[in-house]
């Protein structure tokens, strides 16, 4: 059965997101350790577009998150690289 012109499907984009973490666990005496802890999010720096949005009724407009068939940038498309050091005792 062929689908009708107005019924017609869209595809969203694929996310491509790498996270990746690093812990480094420093012995200072018997009962106190530091722990070092490196955190990369979205490590190859990929884009991530949202999805298209299919509504007409908001056509003329051109805002992030309006327009219709303009895809935009999804939140945390940049590279994070986060840093911690705790004292575990």
């Known amino acids: 059965?062929?689908?009708a012109s107005s019924e017609a499907a869209l595809r969203v984009?694929?996310?491509n997101t790498a996270n990746f973490n690093l812990v480094k666990n420093i012995k200072v005496t018997e009962?106190?350790?530091i722990q070092?802890?490196?955190a990369f999010l979205?490590?190859?720096n990929h884009p991530?577009?949202?999805s298209v949005d299919p509504y007409l009724?908001?056509?003329g407009y051109t805002s992030e998150t309006t327009g219709f068939g303009i895809p935009s940038l999804s939140s945390g498309g940049?590279?994070?690289i986060k840093f911690g050091l705790k004292i575990l005792f």
């Open 1 to 3: 059965m062929a689908m």
């Open 13 to 15: 984009a694929r996310t």
């Open 31 to 33: 009962r106190v350790n």
């Open 36 to 38: 070092f802890h490196t």
């Open 42 to 44: 979205n490590v190859f």
């Open 48 to 50: 991530n577009f949202g």
């Open 57 to 59: 009724d908001d056509a």
């Open 78 to 80: 940049n590279r994070v």
